[in-house]
């Protein structure tokens, strides 16, 4: 076995080499990881991503892999995959929660505490700490608006506290995203009705469920709505519906959804985003921005 480059040696238990990153993605497409870091303890990621910031290693955070597009070359550096922190202590209206813990998760656990203010988030795959880093959210809600505080590291692997209002959320982005979420308490409001929480949970999903893909393998929208504009609408006007490069497919129930349909590659992703800006902007003068991220250069 090839020895573990320096900065990671007293991790091994918890590192393994160029693990393929579409084994943790929801489109299932990524080349590997040069290291993939799984901690076990909130010790542990404080301790591993400080060696690696000592020495200058790009880092980057994984967790439910839901928005995200990995190229097909992989990623230098290390991934830290928070799938073990999962840690959630409830006080009141507030919780303070692991990075790794479910979004999903944690709105049904809201509101069977009659806490209100998540109900709005139901449907939205992946973690909190990515839900966070990228203000996760849709027509009823984002995350943002019920956070306190955010506990992060950031590269020089010092620990800060970002209040709300230092956390910089606007719509599907946030001044976190290059830092390593540690541990985020929210703010609920409490005295609500289970009961009717249940039923705004129910309805959402089955809102979602009748306009969206959620079964197939996808990354959520692919594109951000422009203002006062629908992503989707724009992408459907363009006769994208159905369209394919390679093993990538744009959902036929709705247009800002790309599908791996037949073992995609990120470069066929890549390609029919790129398409799909150009048709758009040539049609409507209007540039789409991509909303999900992509590894390791960006899209730039
Ligand atoms: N539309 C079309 N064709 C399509 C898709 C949509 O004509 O193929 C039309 C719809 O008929 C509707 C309008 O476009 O009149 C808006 O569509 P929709 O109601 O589905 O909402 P959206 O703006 O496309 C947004 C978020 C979703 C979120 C939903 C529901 C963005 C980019 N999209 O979708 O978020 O789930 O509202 O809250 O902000 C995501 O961020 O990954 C995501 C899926």
């Not at 290390?78 to 922190?85: D, E, I, Q």
């Not at 606007?170 to 039923?199: H, M, Q, S, W």
């Not at 393998?217 to 203002?227: Q, T």
Request: one cysteine or more; charged letters at 25%.
């Amino acid at each position: 076995m090839t020895a573990l480059a320096e900065p990671l040696a007293p991790f091994a238990e918890i590192v393994r080499r160029g693990e393929p990153l579409a084994r943790h993605t929801t489109l299932r497409i990524g080349g590997p990881a040069e290291y993939f870091v799984v901690p076990r303890s909130r010790e542990q990621l404080v301790a591993a991503w400080r060696a690696c910031r000592a020495e200058g290693m790009p880092v980057r955070m994984l967790g439910g892999g839901s928005n995200l597009l990995v190229d097909d070359d992989g990623v230098p550096g290390a991934v830290f995959h928070t799938a073990l922190l999962k840690g959630a202590v409830w006080d009141g209206a507030r919780v303070r929660v692991e990075p790794g813990f479910g979004l999903e998760r944690l709105c049904r656990e809201a509101a069977e505490r009659g806490l209100a203010g998540m109900e709005g988030l139901v449907g939205i795959p992946g973690t909190l700490g990515g839900a966070i880093s990228g203000n996760a959210g849709g027509r009823h809600a984002e995350i943002g608006s019920v956070v306190e505080e955010v506990e992060v590291l950031d590269l020089d692997g010092g620990e800060r506290r970002f209040p709300r209002a230092d956390c910089g959320f606007e719509y599907r982005r946030t001044k976190l995203a290059p830092f390593c979420i540690a541990a985020i308490v929210l703010r609920l409001r409490p005295g609500a009705d289970p009961a009717a929480l249940k039923e705004t949970i129910r309805r959402i999903h089955e809102e979602k469920a009748s306009t969206q893909p959620l079964a197939a393998h996808s990354a959520g929208c692919l594109f951000k709505n422009p203002p006062g504009q629908s992503a989707g609408r724009l992408i459907d006007e363009a006769g994208f519906k159905m369209q394919r490069v390679g093993g990538a497919m744009i959902s036929d129930r709705h247009a800002n959804f790309v599908l791996n349909v037949k073992q995609a590659t990120g470069a066929d992703v890549s390609a029919l985003a790129r398409q799909i800006q150009n048709k758009v902007q040539r049609r409507t003068g209007i540039l789409l921005e991509p909303e999900i991220r992509r590894w390791p250069g960006g899209w730039a």
